[in-house]
């Protein structure tokens, strides 16, 4: 779940910024100000609200055992602070600022390592003319894991890509 979540997010942030460093976002300065410091520190804030059991309410229950069905009033839920109005759970344990940060950083890896990726398929792809009207498959060496190969196919009817790298854990995505 997690993961998809954070593929999610991936699909709404667009591409360019894979050269963004958060370490040096927040040095020497107590407020967020750049655009990358103030999406960092909104980023942090919402991870800490976030009950660490917590796994989406598509699930029946979290991974401390509560099943969402008891924890939740009439709209409250207490996993996530801004839902929560006053509900509260005896297992909820949120983030602390670091480890936040820690997930935070994370994303940030897993989104670079995707964005540089989708890029190099996409190019590859670009190169052979596989798109919509014209579908095509191929693989190029993983840019990711400079190991195995990525393995895409572009479908013809709408030119959307499905890739997996070959090394496990390595990327994979369908759009
Ligand atoms: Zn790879």
């Not at 300065?29 to 980023?43: G, L, M």
């Not at 940060?101 to 792809?125: G, I």
Request: glycine share 8%.
């Amino acid at each position: 779940m997690k993961r998809e979540k954070d593929l999610a997010r991936m699909d709404t942030m667009g591409e360019g910024n894979t050269s963004r460093t958060a370490s040096t976002d927040v040095a020497g300065s107590d407020r967020p100000t750049t655009p990358n410091q103030k999406r960092h520190e909104a980023r942090v804030e919402k991870i800490m609200c976030h009950c660490v059991h917590f796994t989406g309410v598509q699930h029946s229950a979290c991974e401390a055992g509560i099943a969402y069905a008891d924890a939740r009033g009439a709209g409250k839920l207490p996993c996530l602070r801004e839902y929560a109005d006053g509900a509260t759970c005896d297992k909820a344990q949120f983030p602390t600022r670091d480890e936040a940060e820690a997930e935070y950083q994370a994303e940030e890896t897993m989104y670079a390592r995707h964005s540089l990726a989708h890029r190099a398929a996409h190019d590859d792809a670009k190169a052979k003319r596989f798109g919509k009207g014209q579908g095509g498959a191929d693989s190029l060496p993983c840019p990711v894991c400079k190991t195995g190969r990525l393995y895409y196919r572009v479908a013809a009817y709408n030119g959307h890509m499905h890739a997996k790298c070959e090394t496990d854990g390595c990327v994979q995505w369908m759009e």
